[in-house]
């Protein structure tokens, strides 16, 4: 194997990073994960430049979990985190600034 399919295999495994912002349009709520971690999730509807606005599920774990539950239903956040596919895309939530 040579250095440079080597270097591109391991720059295609590490997430980006995006930021989003939108309003809460479901209040968040813990949910059971399989690992015993705290897990809260909540929608909003993210707005974006490129298109319409969009329902949105944000994730967070262990302390970005309890962050989250802060916010209540109409709050508008800023989101940085990674963005995953689960049935619908989500974002893990890494930061979360009240707007």
Same mark, same amino acid.
């Given at each position: 194997? #040579?250095?440079? #399919?080597?270097?591109?295999?391991? !720059?295609?495994? &590490? @997430? ?9 349009? &479901?209040?968040?709520?813990?949910? &059971?994960? #399989?690992?015993?971690? @705290?897990?809260?999730?909540? *929608? +909003? ?9 969009? @329902? ?21 956040? !800023?989101? *940085?985190?990674?963005?995953?596919? #689960? ?8 930061? +979360?600034?009240?707007?």
């Amino acid at each position: 194997m #040579n250095s440079s #399919n080597q270097q591109s295999t391991e !720059t295609s495994t &590490k @997430p980006i990073t995006t930021t989003l912002s939108g309003v809460i349009t &479901k209040s968040p709520s813990r949910i &059971k994960g #399989n690992t015993g971690r @705290p897990m809260v999730k909540a *929608t +909003i509807l993210a707005e974006s430049d490129k298109r319409s606005s969009y @329902p949105l599920t944000v994730v967070g774990f262990d302390i970005m979990a309890l962050e989250l539950m802060a916010h209540l239903r109409g709050e508008r956040l !800023t989101i *940085t985190g990674r963005m995953e596919w #689960n049935g619908g895309y989500s974002i893990v939530a890494d930061q +979360i600034i009240a707007v």
